[in-house]
């Protein structure tokens, strides 16, 4: 409530989203916000990125195509086809994060990967046990 996103608001921020971005198509925040004020939502300061975060935990927009160098934002639905989503199970979700974790921050190690996953110790090392064929090991000094 300390940035005036009650219940109501987001709930009404929610949807006017979802209608602008229907009838008007990719937009940068700057755009977005001026459109919910338009339709009667005005924000101030910070509850413009939260309510927009909140529009995207709920599924209604992601990134879409940058402007220049502004990011816009999409429906969620114009982008990904929900009728053929797959989701992955735990042991090919898990495979495919510690690789893109390896990737990303390697080299390095599992007691690292368990605190920034947020997996439990066992998880780590039986995913990295199962994608160790794929991987390089390297030395480094110290």
């Given at each position: ?56 935990l709920q599924g209604i ?82």
């Amino acid at each position: 409530m300390e940035l005036g996103l009650d219940d109501e608001t987001s709930a009404r921020g929610t949807q006017a989203i979802r209608d602008i971005l229907a009838s008007k198509g990719h937009l940068t925040r700057d755009e977005l916000v001026e459109e919910l004020a338009a339709h009667s939502i005005r924000l101030e300061g910070q509850a413009r990125t939260h309510l927009i975060f909140y529009a995207a935990l709920q599924g209604i927009l992601c990134l879409g195509p940058d402007r220049g160098i502004k990011p816009t934002y999409v429906l969620l639905d114009d982008w990904i086809d929900r009728a053929n989503l797959v989701t992955p199970s735990r042991k090919a979700a898990s495979e495919e994060l510690a690789r893109h974790y390896l990737t990303a921050y390697g080299p390095t190690s599992a007691a690292d990967m368990m605190a920034r996953s947020g997996l439990p110790m066992s998880e780590v090392r039986a995913v990295w046990k199962r994608i160790a064929s794929t991987l390089v090991e390297v030395e480094i000094a110290s």
